[in-house]
């Protein structure tokens, strides 16, 4: 079945620590997107790729990078610059612009 | 930059009882999508709506794009306990990427 992966379900991770969260579609969508969830925030975009080795910054960029050297995987890299990394992330695909979302079942990043 | 705004926060019905809720844009949108994220879930892809004054109907849902398609509204009929979750709404404005509402979570009891 076609679809998007992310793992893991739960991380935790200390202060300081870069972590990276993965997301894999076989979907064959060119664009993927990532999106943080806060309670009571909706879902505020990060960053997203329209194809492969090209990506663009979002609303809350600051603190995180991602890349895009295949199609199907867009790596998420929390870093210790985020000031506020505990959050549910979750990743999408889609075929292109105007089409819906396919969302990954989130990663839910707790970092003490 | 592009804000869509959704409204209310949350609704608590009884089972049988209709819900609404409501999503305006401060810029005009080329197309709305509407996603439901049940508790514990992720958000999955309900409809989309293209032209001014569309509607279209899945069941007991009802979704209708404004004229000046910068609003949105999605109804359901005579609520199930099924109906649990939250709705967003996600405006595609000038930008490549989706903007979402903060959702409207959806209480139903029995």
Not at chain 1, 38 to 56: A, C, E, M, T
Not at chain 1, 59 to 67: F, H, L, P, Q, R
Request: aromatic residues 12%.
């Amino acid at each position: 079945d076609g679809g998007i992966t992310q793992s893991p379900k739960y991380l935790f991770r200390k202060e300081g620590q870069n972590v990276t969260l993965s997301c894999e579609q076989n979907l064959n969508h060119d664009a993927m997107y990532w999106y943080r969830q806060d309670p009571g925030q909706g879902l505020r975009l990060i960053y997203y790729s329209q194809i492969v080795n090209d990506f663009q910054k979002g609303d809350i960029a600051e603190g995180y990078s991602v890349s895009r050297e295949k199609k199907e995987s867009f790596p998420l890299t929390v870093t210790s610059a985020q000031k506020n990394p505990t959050a549910f992330y979750l990743c999408a695909s889609s075929v292109d612009r105007d089409y819906g979302y396919t969302f990954g079942s989130g990663t839910r990043l707790t970092v003490v | 930059g592009q804000q869509v705004m959704q409204i209310p926060q949350y609704q608590h019905v009884q089972e049988g009882e209709d819900f609404t809720t409501y999503c305006n844009s401060s810029t005009t949108l080329s197309n709305i999508q509407w996603y439901k994220q049940r508790p514990g879930g992720h958000p999955v892809f309900l409809i989309q709506l293209v032209k001014s004054g569309e509607v279209k109907k899945q069941k007991r849902l009802t979704f209708q794009f404004g004229e000046a398609k910068k609003n949105s509204s999605l109804h359901i009929t005579a609520t199930q306990t099924t109906d649990v979750g939250t709705y967003f709404c996600a405006g595609q404005g000038s930008g490549y990427a989706l903007n979402f509402g903060k959702g409207t979570s959806l209480l139903v009891t029995p």
